[in-house]
C-alpha cells in the first residue's frame, strides 16, 4: 500500500500530468500560431489544455520514475498504471523497487486504498484530504481540471528561440483542494504545457517541472489523438532532488471490468 | 588578629547586626534545599537516561552532520552517517579499558494507521474468504458473516452516526450511501454474500465501510538495537508482556504506555483516564471534562459493540444482566452501565476490569500480531514495512503509561534500516542497472530549467482494440521484507550510532578520550557525546532546573544585599563616637574600614554556616529516605519515583563562600562610610 501511495508523491505531480495530460495538438506544433492571430483568453487556453487531457478510452501505462539526489544516490519505481476516466477509478501497480513490488493502489469511487502486499493489509483512506502522510492529492492523479480548479490571470508571452510561450499565473479557487494553491504555467502555441511551477501559499516556490516530450496516441473511443506526457523533469526545491518520469508502453483501450478491485491486486501476489 | 578581635566584639556588642547573620543563614538554608534538589534532579535524570537507552557515552561518526540523541526533539531525528565497519569497531571500543557494553542503536519514527472498526471487522472477513475453499473456510465464513450482519444491522440503526456521516456529503453522495445501507439491511444481500463473499465484501468496502468514520494514525517513535543485547546492557527494561523476538528474527516491542494509550479498546482507554483523573480529586459534579470523557464513552460503544463476536456478546449481555440486575439486550445494557456518575463510577470501574473485560477483545494489537510500520521515504511518499509485535515493555521506576520513555517502541535493526531506506551495497547495484538498462541515467540537469518546445513522439498503434499491454507480473509475497536475518546483516547494515555502558566507576571523560586516542590510531572517524546530550530534551531539563536555581540565587543575593547593606549602614551611624575615639587614639581610616568589612564577614561566614548546617538538617529530617514523586510524568527526572536530595561537602562549602561573599560585598559601603569618620567630628558630635 505504502508504496503506491508512498511513491506517489514525486510521482504525485507528474502523475496528475501523466495521467491526465494527453493531448497537446500535434497539428498546432507542426504549424505554430502566427505571431499576429489573436490571442485566446487565458480561461481559453486552461479548457484547450484540459480538454486535450481528457480522453474516453480506458488507460494503462507503465510509469519509470528516476530520483537523483544531490548526494548523487539514485532511486527507481516503477508503476503500472491503469485508469479509466469514465468511472474516475485508478489502480495504480508497484513493479519496481523489489521490496515494494506487488503493492498498489485503488480509486474507486469516494475511496482511495492502499495495498501492503507484503501482509496483504488495505488501508482506506478519503477523498477530502492528502493521501496519508504525503503531499500527494487525489487530484495528482485525476483528469486535469486547470480551469475549474484554478482562477487564472494572463502574464504576458515569452519568446525563446523564436517560439512564444504562454505565461499564465494560476491561483486556486475558493473549496478547491489541490497539491499546489499557485501554479505560474509556460505554455507553447499548440498548448503543450512546457514549463510549470508549483508555489506554496507563502509564494515560496515546491516544485518545478519541465515537460520534455508528448506522445501521440489515438483514442479508439474519441477516434481522434491525444498526447500524454513522454518525459518530465521535475525539480524538488527543497531537496534539490531531480525526477525523471517516463511513461512507458501507453495503451488506450478498454481494460477489465474486473481490474479495478481489491481482488485484482491482490491476486498479483501469490 | 587584633582587627578579627575588634570585629567580633563589635558584632557581640551589636544584637542588631545579627540581623545580617541571620539574613545570611535563611539564604544559606534555602540555597542549600536548592542545590540538593537540583543534584537531586541532576542524578536522577542521568540515571534514568543512562539506564534506559543513552548509555554513559554515545558512540558515532564523526563525519556526521548531527550528533546522536536517543530522545528525539521535535526536530526528529539527527542526520548521522554509518559507522564504517561497525562489526570490527565494536570489537575495538569493547576493549577499551572502562567500557562493559557497545549497544549498537538508532532512533526514528514509524507511524501505523487504523482503520474505522468495520473496515477492521471486513479486513478479518477478507482474509478468510481468500482461503482456499474448504468445509473449515465455508464454516469460518458462515461465523463471520453472521457477525457481520449483525454489525451491519448496527450501523443501519444507528440514525445519529449516519446522519453526522452524511453532513459533509454532496447530495447525491448523501442518496448514494443511504441507497447502500437499504441494501445492506435486506436479506436478499446476505445471500448474495453466502454466493459472493469477496464480490459483497468490495461493495461493503467501497460503499458502506466509509460510513462509520475515519481511520487514524498512530505514531510510534522507536529505539532500535540488537534486541538481545539491549535488555541486558540497560537495567531499567522490564518485559511487561510478551516476549522478546527469538535472536535472526525481526520484531516489534511496544512500551507499555504507547500500548494501553492507543492500543486499547477506546471505551476501556476512557475509564483508565478517567479512573487516573477520579484519584487525582476531579469529580463528575466539578469538572466538565470528566463528563466529557464520560460522554465519549457512549460515543465509542459502537466501536465495541461491533467487535464483540456473538459468543462475546452474549457473555457481556449475561454478565451485565447481573451487574445491573436486570436482562436485556447487550447494547441497552451496556449504555446503562457506561452512564457514569460520582456515586457509581468507582464500582462500574472495578467491575468493568473483573467482570466485564475478560469478555472483551481489550487491544487491537496483541503479541504475535502483524503491524505494517510507515516511514516517509523522501519525495518517494512512503515506505511501509509489517513487522511483527513480540510484547511489551516499559522501563522501570520511570513514570507509567503517561510517561514518555514509555511510549516508545523498541525496534530490532533491521527492521529500522528498512524504515530509514538504507540500501545494501547489492541494491544499490540492482537499481544503477534498471536505470541504465532504462536509458534513464542521465546527469543531474542545470537549475535554470529554460523553455524549450515540448517533442511529440510518435506512439506505436495499440493494434487493435484488444486488452492493452503485457499482463502485469505476479509477485511472490515472501520476496518483501524478510522476517529472519543473520547477524552480519544487522550490524552490516549501517549502524549510525551506539550506546556504551561503562564499568561501575568508570570515568565517562577519560573513556572519551580513550576512544578519541583510538580513534586516531586506527583512523576510524569515531567520536563521542555524553548521556547530557544524548538525552535532548530530557537531559536539558537539568540544564533548566540549573538556570532557574541561578536565577533564585541572584534575586536572593540582591536581597541580601540590600537588606544588610542598608542594616550595616544604619549601624554603622550610630558608630561615629566610637569610630572617632578609635581614629582620636591612632587607628588609621583603612584599619577601620577592615574592623568593620570584617565584622561582615563574620556575620556572613557564621551565618551561612549555620544556615547551611539548617539546610542539612532540614534534608535530613524531611528527605531523609527521599522525596515520594507521585507524578508519573515526573519520575524520569527523578531516577525514580523518589527523589534522593544531593549535597556534597564541596557543594556546602561553596554556599558558605556565596553567601559569605554577598554579605562582604553588602558591608563595603557601610564600611567605607564609617571609617571616613575623622575624629574631630566624632568629638564635636559627642559634644552636641
Known amino acids: 500500500m505504502s508504496l503506491l501511495s508512498s511513491s506517489l508523491h514525486g510521482f504525485a505531480a507528474a502523475f496528475s500530468l501523466l495521467v491526465s495530460a494527453p493531448m497537446v495538438a500535434a497539428a498546432a506544433e507542426k504549424a505554430p500560431v502566427p505571431a499576429a492571430a489573436p490571442q485566446p483568453s487565458p480561461v481559453e487556453v486552461l479548457k484547450q489544455i484540459d480538454a486535450r487531457m481528457s480522453f474516453q478510452s480506458d488507460y494503462r501505462g507503465t510509469v519509470r520514475l528516476r530520483e537523483l539526489r544531490k548526494d548523487g544516490t539514485e532511486h527507481l519505481m516503477e508503476l503500472e498504471v491503469y485508469r479509466r476516466d469514465s468511472s474516475r477509478d485508478l489502480l495504480i501497480y508497484v513493479t519496481k523497487p523489489r521490496h515494494l513490488a506487488g503493492g498498489g493502489y485503488l480509486r474507486i469511487g469516494r475511496n482511495l486504498w492502499e495495498y501492503e502486499a507484503s501482509t496483504g493489509q488495505w488501508q482506506r483512506t478519503t477523498q477530502r484530504g492528502n493521501i496519508v502522510n504525503t503531499v500527494s492529492c487525489e487530484e495528482d492523479f485525476d483528469r486535469s481540471q486547470l480551469a475549474e480548479n484554478y482562477d487564472v490571470k494572463d502574464e504576458g508571452v515569452e519568446v525563446v528561440n523564436g517560439t512564444s510561450f504562454r505565461k499564465l499565473h494560476l491561483t486556486v479557487k475558493s473549496g478547491r483542494l489541490v497539491s499546489f494553491e499557485q501554479l505560474r504555467l509556460w505554455v507553447d502555441p499548440s498548448f503543450n504545457i512546457v514549463k510549470r511551477i508549483g508555489y506554496a501559499p507563502s509564494g515560496r516556490v515546491l516544485r518545478s517541472d519541465v515537460i520534455r516530450s508528448y506522445q501521440a496516441i489515438k483514442d479508439p473511443l474519441a477516434a481522434k489523438v491525444v498526447y500524454p506526457y513522454k518525459e518530465v523533469l521535475e525539480v524538488e526545491e527543497s531537496t534539490g532532488s531531480q525526477f525523471t518520469v517516463r511513461y512507458d508502453d501507453v495503451v488506450l483501450g478498454a481494460l477489465s471490468p474486473n481490474m479495478f478491485t481489491k481482488t485484482w491486486l491482490e491476486g498479483r501476489v501469490r | ?688
Not at chain 2, 516511514?375 to 511483527?388: E, Q
Request: proline share 6%.
Open chain 2, 1 to 688: 588578629m587584633a582587627l578579627v578581635s575588634f570585629a567580633f566584639h563589635g558584632v557581640l556588642a551589636r544584637p542588631r547586626s545579627w540581623v545580617v547573620g541571620l539574613l545570611a543563614a535563611g539564604s544559606a538554608a534555602l540555597l542549600t534545599l536548592g542545590v540538593a534538589l537540583v543534584g537531586g534532579i541532576s542524578d536522577g535524570t542521568r540515571r534514568s537516561l543512562i539506564e534506559s537507552g543513552t548509555g554513559d557515552l554515545q558512540l558515532y561518526n564523526a563525519t556526521s552532520t548531527g550528533t546522536p540523541v536517543v530522545v528525539q526533539d521535535s526536530g526528529g531525528a539527527p542526520e548521522l552517517q554509518p559507522i564504517p565497519d561497525f562489526a570490527n569497531v565494536e570489537a575495538r571500543v569493547r576493549a577499551v579499558d572502562g567500557v562493559r557494553e557497545v549497544v549498537p542503536l538508532e532512533v526514528g519514527g514509524a507511524w501505523v494507521f487504523r482503520g474505522n472498526y468495520l473496515d477492521e471487522k471486513l479486513s478479518s472477513v477478507r482474509a478468510v474468504a481468500r482461503e482456499p475453499a474448504s468445509p473449515a473456510r465455508e464454516a469460518r465464513l458462515a461465523l463471520l458473516g453472521a457477525d457481520l450482519e449483525r454489525t451491519l444491522r448496527d450501523v443501519v440503526r444507528d440514525d445519529g452516526r449516519r446522519a453526522e456521516a452524511f453532513a459533509f456529503l454532496k447530495e447525491d453522495e448523501a442518496r448514494e450511501d443511504r441507497l447502500a445501507l437499504e441494501a445492506v439491511a435486506e436479506p436478499a444481500f446476505w445471500e448474495r454474500f453466502r454466493a459472493e463473499p469477496l464480490e459483497t465484501l468490495e461493495y461493503l468496502e467501497n460503499r458502506v465501510a466509509r460510513q462509520v468514520g475515519e481511520g487514524a494514525s498512530i505514531d510510534v517513535e522507536f529505539l532500535a538495537s540488537d534486541l538481545a543485547l539491549f535488555p541486558r546492557a540497560f537495567p531499567r527494561f522490564e518485559l511487561v508482556s510478551g516476549s522478546l523476538p527469538p535472536p535472526g528474527q525481526r520484531g516489534l516491542m511496544l512500551g507499555q504506555g504507547l500500548y494501553e494509550q492507543h492500543f486499547k479498546l477506546p471505551v476501556a482507554a476512557l475509564l483508565d483516564t478517567l479512573h487516573r483523573e477520579r484519584s487525582r480529586g476531579a469529580t463528575f459534579a466539578q469538572d466538565e471534562s470528566l463528563r466529557t470523557v464520560a460522554e465519549r464513552c457512549l460515543v465509542e460503544l459502537p466501536d465495541l459493540l461491533a467487535r464483540l463476536d456473538a459468543e462475546r456478546s452474549q457473555a457481556v449481555a449475561q454478565a451485565l444482566g447481573t451487574l445491573l440486575g436486570h436482562p436485556g439486550e447487550v447494547e441497552p445494557l451496556l449504555r446503562e452501565f457506561l452512564t457514569l456518575d460520582d456515586a457509581n463510577f468507582d464500582a462500574r470501574y472495578q467491575q468493568f476490569q473483573d467482570v466485564l473485560a475478560p469478555h472483551l477483545p481489550l487491544y487491537r494489537v496483541r503479541p504475535g500480531d502483524t503491524l505494517v510500520l510507515m516511514s516517509p521515504n523522501g519525495s518517494l511518499g512512503v515506505t511501509g514495512v509489517p513487522v511483527r509485535v513480540w510484547g511489551t515493555f516499559r522501563f522501570k521506576g520511570l513514570g507509567g503509561d503517561l510517561s514518555r520513555v514509555n511510549s516508545l517502541g523498541l525496534l530490532d535493526l533491521v527492521t529500522a534500516r528498512f524504515l530509514a531506506n538504507r540500501r545494501t551495497q547489492a541494491e544499490d547495484e540492482e537499481v544503477r542497472k534498471d536505470v541504465e538498462a532504462l536509458g534513464l541515467a542521465q546527469p543531474m540537469a542545470p537549475t535554470d530549467l529554460a523553455l524549450q518546445p515540448a517533442a511529440i513522439i510518435e506512439a506505436p498503434e495499440p493494434g487493435g482494440e484488444g486488452p492493452p499491454g503485457a499482463a502485469p507480473p505476479v509477485f511472490a509475497r515472501h520476496e518483501a521484507f524478510p522476517e529472519h536475518f543473520t547477524p552480519e546483516a544487522m550490524r552490516g547494515g549501517g549502524v549510525l550510532q551506539a550506546a556504551l555502558v561503562l564499568e561501575p566507576g568508570a570515568d565517562a571523560g577519560a573513556v572519551a578520550e580513550r576512544i578519541d586516542a583510538l580513534a586516531k590510531e586506527t583512523g576510524a572517524p569515531l567520536a563521542t557525546v555524553d548521556w547530557s546530550e544524548a538525552g535532548g530534551l530530557l537531559a536539558g531539563v537539568v540544564g533548566i532546573t540549573q538556570v532557574v536555581l541561578l536565577a533564585l540565587a541572584a534575586l536572593m543575593s540582591l536581597f541580601v544585599v540590600m537588606v544588610s547593606g542598608s542594616t550595616l549602614l544604619l549601624l554603622a551611624r550610630e558608630r561615629v563616637g566610637e569610630v572617632g575615639t578609635l581614629r582620636a587614639v591612632g587607628m588609621q581610616r583603612r584599619e577601620v574600614f577592615a574592623v568593620l568589612l570584617c565584622e561582615g564577614l563574620l556575620l556572613g561566614v557564621l551565618g551561612a554556616g549555620l544556615g547551611v548546617g539548617l539546610g542539612v538538617a532540614l534534608l535530613r529530617l524531611v528527605a531523609g529516605q527521599g522525596l515520594p514523586v507521585r507524578d508519573e510524568s515526573l519520575q524520569v527526572f527523578m531516577g525514580g519515583n523518589v527523589l534522593m536530595p544531593q549535597l556534597s561537602a564541596t557543594a556546602g562549602v561553596v554556599v558558605v563562600a556565596v553567601v559569605g561573599a554577598v554579605v562582604v560585598a553588602a558591608s563595603l559601603v557601610p564600611a567605607w562610610r564609617g571609617s571616613a569618620v575623622l575624629p574631630i567630628e566624632a568629638m564635636r558630635k559627642r559634644e552636641d
